[in-house]
């Protein structure tokens, strides 16, 4: 089995972000038509993201190795008929399904090819692994040494992915102004780590629907994070 080291961090920044529901709508509204019947979400956290999912979906697993979370999201979904939560890393769960989830986590991750080789194992042929990471590595800040992000994403990381069995589908960036925002909080407020709970707010409910605007016309060229759908095929 391979080794698949995540850092540790205290978890605020899930609780922190479980207000920006506008986000995750947004993004679950970008990857929809590439979401199966049969969902596995990796690192479900505290199932902000799973929330979004079982109001859409049906049959989906959730899994995260991490004691408090998996409690946590025991308590959530438990009573949940269409929901399978498991302790487990991807390499221990024993199906396989047509979509696999990453929504923030890769960057969590230390071995993050190696993860992303594991799960493509864990899809059925011309299933979809979708991934949501943060953008831009010259964007790294206090923040995202504190939550336990090894890195952030230059799109060509994706785009130079080489896997016998799949192929890059689909990817582009999403939420151009939380560039803009971002950037400036690194540099107004370097030595803040976390988002204020108005920050938050403010980046969701005013901030997220103009980037929904901003992103479409400028053809999702520009923005603070990267989403990316593989493909699986056969060998």
């Known amino acids: ?7 540790k ?15 995750r709508k947004y993004s679950y509204l970008l990857v929809k038509k590439f979401i199966g019947t049969k969902i596995l979400e990796v ?18 697993t959730v899994n995260d190795d991490d004691d408090f979370h998996f409690e ?33 986590v890769l960057e969590h991750i230390k071995d993050d090819k190696s993860e992303i080789s594991n799960a493509l194992d864990k899809l059925d042929h011309k299933g979809n692994l979708i991934i949501l990471v943060p953008a831009h590595q010259g964007l790294y800040s206090n923040f995202d040494k504190e939550v336990g992000h090894f890195r952030r994403y230059e799109m060509n990381f994706f785009k130079n992915l080489n896997f016998n069995n799949a192929k890059v589908k689909k990817t582009f960036y999403v939420d151009s102004l939380g ?22 707010l403010l980046w969701d409910k ?17 923005g603070k994070n ?8 056969n060998i």
Not at 179 to 200: C, D, H, S, W
């Open 226 to 233: 990267i989403i990316c759908v593989i493909e699986k095929k």
């Open 179 to 200: 560039y803009v925002l971002y950037y400036l909080n690194k540099i107004i407020f370097k030595k803040n780590i976390y988002p204020t709970n108005f920050q938050v």
């Open 43 to 60: 690192g479900a956290g505290i199932g902000s993201f799973t929330n979004t999912l079982i109001k859409n979906n049906s049959n989906i």
């Open 9 to 23: 961090y205290s978890g605020t920044e899930l609780e922190i972000f479980e207000k920006a529901s506008n986000f």
């Open 72 to 104: 946590t999201l025991k308590k959530r979904f438990d009573s949940k008929k269409n929901v399978k939560i498991e302790k487990k890393n991807i390499n221990q769960l024993n199906d396989t399904y047509d979509t696999i989830l990453y929504m923030s």
């Open 1 to 7: 089995m391979i080794d698949i080291q995540l850092m």
């Open 206 to 222: 005013i901030f997220i629907p103009l980037s929904m605007i901003f992103d479409f016309l400028s053809l999702y060229k520009f």
